[in-house]
């Protein structure tokens, strides 16, 4: 767990906040309040881990031109350890126990903090956006997979090795799709963009009438249909990708409901890429949820919300949970050489 | 979330923990080292709120004869509020929003607690069993169904409304088993006592050679089939009884890994009746934990431990949570009549 929020709670302070993706590197000077006061976005350089450090130092070095910075939040997708300090493991980038707090403190002489990117998308909307003030907040970014946090009493609860929050991965469907993580029938593999497209896909390969439209928008080619496509379409009106969209939401309320189950938070909160399908994905979600939610009518449903930040969240996240960090918590150690 | 356990924890005071079952009431009076000093049980009278009510008062009366008590914690199966003060929901009693603190502080004139029968029971086992210590544990109650506990930091999670921890009713099974929630699929339809009875009858019922031994152990009828019987007989070397254990276990590890992606514990207690079955049932969750823990070569594999307390966790565990929370916490208002 990290601190609790404290009192006085950097009144002033800018920090920056780095959104590491598997294509793009998005970094950001955050404020106080989760004002994004200036932008930078670089190609990610997959291939060495050194490679990414070079970037993140010449972003901060590019900003710190222009403003006085006092930490660096780093976020990423992956495990980071508890202490946010060393990344466990990326899938998308090449570190394995990769200890880039040392590091990047070494070369930057500035605060630095590693956080999961889910985790710093979650604290950007319990600090600034759709879940203020809740006192025990769920959010889920759902994107090709699912990233989770959970925020409780002002703390991200990050478990006892630094991965808690993997929502994506519980099995819901044994036997099910094969995920990523090695397993099968997780979550993600129903109720995410990658689960949206591959729906889509596998329906225009069935040959199935009510996919002439979507395949046709692909161009005639069944592997051209992604969850955005379907997204897309579905905003226009056509009736089977509002379906797709439909079951996607369906899974997404059973996960939830499960969450509620465990957890019992007093809100939801719904971001990523695929939670710009508004209503046509909240509202199947929500009836799915009230549907599978255990002891129905004995408790409170909990609210399911859309996330207000959008692509930044992630970014203005890990800028926050830094800054505080370098004010209330614990510093890595920097190397004693030059 | 209840306060952390303060310093100096309540060197003195004895408390009464009362554990109330579907068939008995339990009731000790206990330590501070969690040691119980007395004990009784009565009959569970399951019609009237009123009349269980009575045979709590009358049990603290019986003790508090021969004990200087200070608090009285209630334990029971159903979800509690936030608080500890009101009953929403029992499922083997006649409660129903019953504001039974308050009822029972003003019959006693002592501070009450009223805590749902896991919670009681992981946090015996983490201030007294084996989970002792553990910054992050989660403690799983396998009866007729299955209990949960988080403690985190020193503190019992109990969620936003109180009813966190229902880990036996999460999902598994799409369209699977029905559950006594409403729901189908529940984790607690695949590995709890329940479930091995039902396997068990099942297996009878389908008049396999390999269930003769079995079958006519339970006097020739299936339905007198129960969990017990066949963990009896396991644990007498039956092979048939051996391999449902077995199956269960295989949906205990798959659980436990589904929770650990969630939550991140740092050691998993297994409690309840069903843990007497020991290593027939740990060895295969551990083994199916490791092969559906997500992340499994990356991150740590929390350990899975057998509890320590057997069946008075429960009774000991709400005692200590009444002592600690009479000496930090929030009291009960009591009527102001007569």
């Known amino acids: 767990m990290l601190p609790a929020v404290p009192a006085r709670l950097g009144r002033r302070g800018l920090a920056i906040g780095i959104d590491i993706g598997g294509t793009k590197v998005a970094a950001g000077v955050i404020d106080v309040h989760g004002q994004v006061l200036a932008e930078l976005v670089r190609p990610t350089p997959a291939t060495d881990p050194r490679q990414v450090e070079d970037v993140i130092v010449d972003l901060v070095h590019e900003f710190a031109a222009s403003y006085r910075i006092w930490s660096v939040g780093i976020g990423a997708a992956g495990w980071m350890d508890q202490s946010g300090s060393t990344v466990l493991f990326s899938p998308h980038l090449a570190w394995r126990n990769e200890p880039l707090r040392e590091n ?178 909240l509202l199947p979600a929500q009836r799915s949820f009230r549907r599978h939610l255990t002891g129905r009518g004995f408790r409170p449903a909990a609210p399911i919300s859309m996330a207000r930040l959008g692509a930044r969240a992630g970014m203005v996240g890990a800028a926050d949970l830094a800054r505080i960090n370098a004010r209330t918590g614990t510093r890595g150690t920097r190397p004693a050489g030059p």
């Open 104 to 281: 990047l403190e070494y070369k930057l002489r500035r605060r630095v903090m590693v956080v999961n990117d889910a985790d710093a998308a979650g604290w950007a909307e319990w600090r600034f956006g759709a879940g203020r003030g809740q006192s025990r907040l769920v959010c889920i970014t759902l994107g090709t997979g699912i990233g989770g946090a959970l925020i409780a009493d002002g703390r991200l609860e990050r478990g006892r090795h630094g991965v808690a929050g993997e929502f994506g991965h519980q099995i819901v469907v044994p036997q099910g799709h094969r995920c990523e993580c090695g397993n099968r029938g997780c979550w993600e593999q129903y109720a995410s963009g990658n689960a949206l497209g591959r729906e889509g896909r596998e329906l225009a390969r069935a040959n199935s009438p009510v996919a002439q439209d979507l395949l046709r928008a692909a161009g005639g080619d069944p592997d051209a249909i992604t969850g955005a496509l379907v997204t897309r379409m579905a905003a226009e009106g056509d009736a089977t990708c509002i379906e797709l969209l439909d079951d996607v939401g369906h899974w997404l309320g059973l996960g939830l409901a499960n969450l509620a189950a465990a957890l019992d938070p007093g809100q939801f909160v719904i971001g990523g890429g695929l939670s710009g399908a508004g209503d046509l994905l």
